[in-house]
């Protein structure tokens, strides 16, 4: 790939922020047996026929209700592990009317002893609209790298009473063992927020529909909610950046709409009111923002929209106020963390860096995925479309394949992002030199024939000196990684300095 640029600009120099007071450390475990990465496990569920076919039936697609099952898991290494006494039932929205259904697991609901792994529920998806079946997984993984708290996830394959029923996506549950581990605490209240949930008002506080309330249920109290309500909607705003970082782990929230934004999950917050938890942490008197249901990212669109090249500031609805959104980035400290946030996941792992594991992993479920008819059901996703999933669209609402998605998502973002944020302006701007880069290879040359010779210093953009080249006479080279650099570049008769992306 080729780059081209002509940009002027000037040397800024970082101001480095501190991280947000208050903000709590999240302690994601690791993966560990019940979610193993390396392996596609198995999970061969036993239950009365009768209850199955109630269970699959038109009438009940929308009931909760757990009926009794048992369940043999078969680990990495091949061992099996049995649990009896549990309870499984459809899980999801939409996707219960999907032909590909999606399952919970309770493992002790009916008196069964033994945790699996640990672990109270398995959440088992379908995800029918996901080709790859991955889009999940590695949204959850970029939380993950951002330090953010994030559910554990993998693929297994499921049966029910010796039918296989396909590939899932087996997802940590978010409950008071979640908190716990990550949080360090799991008496505060944890909200589920469901479609509807866009904090404008609190008109909706009681809905259980919209906020619902997994912990504390007895008791009900959601004063806690109200107030956090309040004060992000009806605080001035001179008071706001105080006022809120009282009641909101802002730090933390920073990072979810990073992440958010990169992956193009529009079923969350910011853009669809949907699909998140909020919970109030008792060490810090803070509520925390949790991302869940990430399968319709990467490029997965059902409303015309191009979410890699969506703008990254004004990536929210705008048709209504998302104020968790819109208020926070309208503080600039708050907005310059965001951005160093995406300069962060751009510069790493969202990139070409993370398309050898994708690969690897289309590769290791590819058996599974190939054997799984109900796969082909609802949008007819072929065993072709699965191997091509990383790399092409299917069409439909599969606009992009993953790794065409996070590339053309990289350098759009890349070209929309301010400036490294909290500078200040250092030199006079010229119009001298240009640049262009090929792989990593960025060559500078002079345009004034006046200039007999320059030199070029290059800087991360956290300050750090990348490196240097003097006396450079009609043109000069330098081999960068991916990423986003400052070029100044200085003579005697100008300064400037270029803002290069190296794709």
């Not at 002509?6 to 480095?16: Q, R, V």
């Not at 993984?141 to 953010?148: E, K």
């Not at 993953?402 to 350098?411: D, H, K, N, T, V």
Request: hydrophobic share 35%.
């Amino acid at each position: 790939m080729l780059t081209r640029c002509f940009l002027n600009g000037s040397l800024f120099s970082l101001i480095l922020f501190s991280a947000l007071s208050g903000s709590s450390q999240i302690n994601n475990p690791d993966w560990g047996e019940a979610y193993v990465q390396d392996a596609v496990t198995k999970i061969e569920v036993t239950m009365d026929s009768a209850d199955l076919a109630w269970m699959l039936a038109q009438e009940n697609l929308l009931n909760d209700d757990y009926l009794e099952a048992s369940f043999i898991y078969t680990d990495s290494d091949g061992n099996t592990h049995q649990y009896s006494g549990s309870g499984i039932r459809l899980r999801g929205n939409t996707s219960r009317f999907a032909d590909k259904k999606s399952f919970k697991i309770n493992v002790d609901k009916f008196g069964g002893t033994e945790k699996f792994y640990g672990y109270d529920k398995l959440n088992l998806k379908g995800s029918h609209n996901d080709p790859s079946l991955l889009r999940e997984r590695l949204a959850y993984y970029y939380m993950r790298q951002m330090g953010g708290a994030a559910p554990l996830v993998n693929n297994v394959e499921v049966h029910i009473n010796g039918h296989y029923r396909g590939l899932y996506v087996n997802v940590e549950q978010i409950d008071d063992d979640f908190l716990k581990t990550r949080f360090g605490n799991k008496t505060g209240n944890l909200y589920k927020c469901l479609y509807g949930a866009s904090l404008r008002n609190s008109d909706d506080v009681w809905n259980n529909d919209v906020f619902e309330l997994e912990t504390n249920a007895n008791v009900n109290d959601r004063s806690d909610l109200i107030e956090f309500i309040d004060v992000l909607n009806n605080t001035s705003n001179e008071d706001f950046k105080t006022e809120i970082e009282k009641v909101l782990d802002v730090d933390h929230l920073l990072k979810y709409l990073a992440v958010e934004v990169l992956t193009g999950h529009w079923d969350g917050y910011s853009f669809n009111k949907n699909n998140y938890y909020l919970y109030h942490n008792a060490q810090t008197d803070k509520f925390e923002v949790i991302m869940y249901d990430t399968d319709n990212t990467f490029g997965i669109d059902w409303f015309g929209e191009d979410w890699a090249t969506r703008n990254v500031y004004n990536w929210g609805q705008t048709q209504e106020q998302r104020p968790m959104f819109w208020r926070v980035l309208d503080v600039p400290e708050f907005r310059a963390i965001f951005t160093d946030n995406m300069y962060t996941l751009l510069n790493g792992e969202f990139s070409s860096a993370i398309f050898p594991w994708i690969d690897e992993l289309i590769v290791q479920n590819q058996t599974a995925a190939y054997a799984d008819t109900y796969r082909t059901l609802d949008y007819g996703f072929d065993n072709q479309d699965y191997a091509n999933s990383a790399t092409s669209a299917f069409g439909a609402h599969v606009k992009y394949g993953i790794e065409p998605y996070i590339e053309q998502r990289r350098l759009t973002a890349l070209a929309q992002l301010d400036w490294p944020t909290a500078v200040e302006e250092r030199n006079a701007i010229s119009n001298d030199f240009r640049w262009f880069s090929d792989h990593g290879n960025v060559k500078i040359w002079n345009s004034n024939a006046t200039i007999a010779n320059f030199d070029a210093q290059v800087f991360a953009l956290d300050g750090r000196v990348v490196a240097v080249k003097k006396d450079a006479k009609t043109e000069t080279d330098f081999n960068l990684k991916t990423g986003v650099y400052l070029i100044e570049i200085k003579s005697d008769a100008s300064a400037e300095t270029l803002k290069v992306f190296v794709p």
